[in-house]
């Protein structure tokens, strides 16, 4: 009689094993394919083609940064999806939602800077090795980042200038021409 429940309850522990295993496997499948796919194919073809078409190389980081989370999110999403979790998915999408929202309301001038940081490296309004005068300071550009722009005055002082600030206020650049008139 023993030896018959003892024999139940391995078996049932044998097939609860196999069923985890087979679990485990199969999110490790996805999402190792899924990850290698997409590091050493995706990532690398969306860098070739922006760097083809020009883009300097903030836009080139930032594209590699995103492309690497990007493949990450996909990567566990097949994985789970593979492993028998498609629900996996929607409560992933709608804790990435609250998520985003409380970030997004925490972090507002992050990404207002973030946001301008972009437009400047698409707008071009000023370039490294620049001089620009914005709200009564000046200095020569030394570099643009998607957050803050760093500047160096004529005191060789290092300011690091958010780039909101440069964005939604005005700026001269007497050097965007070839030509520079002294007054």
Do not use: C
Request: aromatic share 10%; glycine share 10%.
């Amino acid at each position: 009689m023993h030896s018959v429940v003892l024999q139940t309850t391995l078996d049932g522990l044998i097939d609860t094993f196999a069923g985890y295993l087979a679990t485990v496997i199969g999110f490790l499948v996805g999402f190792v394919a899924t990850y290698l796919v997409g590091r050493f194919v995706l990532a690398p073809l969306v860098r070739r083609v922006l760097d083809r078409r020009g883009f300097d190389r903030t836009v080139l980081s930032l594209a590699d940064s995103v492309m690497g989370a990007v493949v990450v999110v996909l990567a566990l999403s097949i994985g789970f999806m593979s492993a028998g979790f498609p629900r996996f998915l929607t409560a992933a999408a709608t804790l990435g939602g609250a998520l985003a929202l409380a970030v997004g309301f925490a972090a507002q001038d992050l990404v207002g800077n973030f946001v301008a940081g972009v437009f400047i490296i698409k707008d071009k309004p000023f370039e490294v090795g620049d001089w620009i005068e914005w709200n009564g300071n000046a200095g020569r550009v030394e570099d643009i980042d998607l957050r803050v722009s760093r500047v160096r005055t004529f005191d060789n002082e290092r300011v690091t200038v958010p780039n909101g600030d440069l964005a939604n206020n005005a700026i001269t650049n007497p050097v965007a021409y070839d030509t520079l008139r002294q007054k």
